[in-house]
């Protein structure tokens, strides 16, 4: 069933025809029609409308940059490892096997290694935002500082191009007006 086909179902409201639309679904038990307390029976044809299975919300927060989320993906596999090398040389110190020294010395070393994707997270995050710039919030104050610089620019341009104009119009004897 299409999208037009979907608005225009019987029982379908406004409020379901956008896939963002937040629904809330009715509680009723298995086998009873809308609007009627009777169950229907096997033979009866069902008069449903159609429901989607689920309902698309917007995202509440936004999506990772891509450097950022690719080192915290790292960072999550390599942590899973880690906890699974530890949880490996435990069972095996337990059993006393030949594998629980190995085990611990590569544990020790995952240790090392799921710290250092923790931190690479985290310096990706700050460089990522030094190079483009802070979410630029009313409160932000790159912001007011970048708007100051921008108009300060604005101002050194005017007064060059006014003072090229002088130049031009004095024909470089020094002049300020003509004669």
């Known amino acids: 069933m299409g999208t037009a086909e979907r608005r225009e179902a019987p029982g379908i409201g406004v409020e379901t025809a956008s896939p963002t639309a937040a629904?809330?679904?009715e509680p009723r038990a298995?086998?009873?029609?809308?609007?009627?307390?009777?169950?229907?029976?096997?033979?009866?044809?069902?008069?449903e409308p159609y429901r989607p299975l689920w309902v698309e919300e917007p995202a509440r927060r936004r999506r990772l940059p891509d450097p950022v989320r690719t080192s915290a993906v790292r960072a999550v596999l390599i942590i899973a490892v880690t906890l699974?090398?530890?949880?490996?040389?435990?069972?095996?110190?337990?059993?006393g096997?030949?594998?629980?020294?190995?085990?611990?010395?590569?544990?020790?070393?995952?240790?090392?290694?799921?710290?250092?994707g923790a931190l690479d997270v985290w310096v990706t995050r700050q460089v990522w935002n030094q190079r483009h710039g802070v979410v630029s919030t009313?409160?932000?104050?790159?912001r007011a500082l970048r708007r100051e610089r921008r108009k300060a620019r604005r101002q050194e341009r005017i007064a060059e191009r006014a003072q090229e104009r002088i130049r031009r119009?004095?024909?470089?004897?020094?002049?300020?007006?003509?004669p």
Do not use: Y
């Open 138 to 142: 009313p409160s932000s104050t790159a």
């Open 30 to 47: 298995p086998g009873i029609r809308a609007g009627s307390d009777v169950p229907s029976g096997r033979g009866a044809a069902r008069e």
């Open 23 to 25: 629904r809330r679904p």
């Open 84 to 95: 699974l090398q530890a949880m490996v040389a435990f069972l095996c110190t337990l059993a």
């Open 97 to 116: 096997s030949w594998l629980a020294f190995p085990m611990v010395v590569s544990s020790v070393a995952s240790t090392v290694v799921a710290t250092w």
């Open 169 to 178: 119009q004095g024909g470089g004897t020094g002049q300020l007006s003509h």
